[in-house]
């Protein structure tokens, strides 16, 4: 998947914009199932991508599934409309703000941890990425913030190295996967561009290519592989606001 590409996929809904409020609407809910869905299934949630939608849109539990997994999904979901609130606003990226996001993640599962930095160390099932001491998140998130504030790249290489960089830094005990990929789609929306979706099928490939970066050094297949994500989103879109 090239930029070009997607810049084109972009120009085009461009054009489409303002889109017809009800179109509007319908995509913000199908987005806001789908992401809540995928992104809390990659770390374990066993919630079907229906039973996803009774939780988030018609306030009903489903029956075999904990407490937990049903926290998850809410809790996502008031993470999600965080977001769009603060895109709404204009609000620029801040410590403070990649802070609250994990708060908002954590807050009915593990309060005591909610939006606090990990105080110890910490290794990765899995992998042969070792994140750094305790010590050195809080600068290291500041870093990040920074770097990404100044960043001239292409939206969708900057949104995914935002979420690569947040993932090796891995800084708290939990909800560091799904607190990256809302901060990604952050970057995504700020920019104009729809909420990106890492599906749970692609599982395998999205870790081999953040072990790949955090280990190697080689961003290459993470950023295609959000870049994949981006298009999906950008042309489902257009085949729903009719410019397909």
């Not at 199908?30 to 939780?55: D, F, I, K, M, Q």
């Amino acid at each position: 998947m090239t930029f070009e590409r997607i810049d084109e996929l972009k120009r085009r809904l461009d054009a489409l914009r303002p889109l017809p409020p009800a179109i509007a609407a319908r995509l913000r809910e199908h987005c806001l199932v789908e992401w809540t869905h995928h992104s809390t299934a990659l770390e374990g949630n066993t919630l079907s991508l229906v039973e996803t939608r009774v939780v988030l849109l018609d306030g009903l539990t489903v029956g075999g599934k904990t407490l937990r997994e049903h926290l998850e999904i809410v809790d996502h979901r008031d993470a999600v409309e965080y977001l769009e609130a603060c895109v709404r606003e204009a609000l620029p990226l801040t410590e403070a703000f990649v802070r609250e996001v994990h708060r908002l993640v954590l807050k009915g599962t593990w309060p005591e941890e909610a939006g606090r930095y990990r105080r110890s160390g910490v290794v990765i099932a899995g992998s042969r990425h070792a994140p750094p001491p305790p010590a050195l998140v809080s600068a290291l998130v500041r870093d990040l913030v920074e770097e990404h504030n100044r960043s001239q790249a292409h939206p969708v290489e900057k949104a995914a190295v935002l979420h690569w960089r947040l993932a090796y830094v891995h800084p708290f005990a939990d909800g560091n996967g799904r607190t990256a990929r809302l901060l990604m789609n952050f970057s995504l929306m700020r920019d104009g561009y729809p909420p990106a979706v890492i599906r749970k099928e692609w599982r395998k490939e999205y870790l081999e290519a953040l072990e790949e970066a955090s280990v190697n050094g080689n961003l290459g297949p993470f950023v295609g592989l959000v870049a994949e994500a981006a298009a999906e989103s950008l042309e489902l879109w257009l085949r729903t606001a009719g410019g397909a």
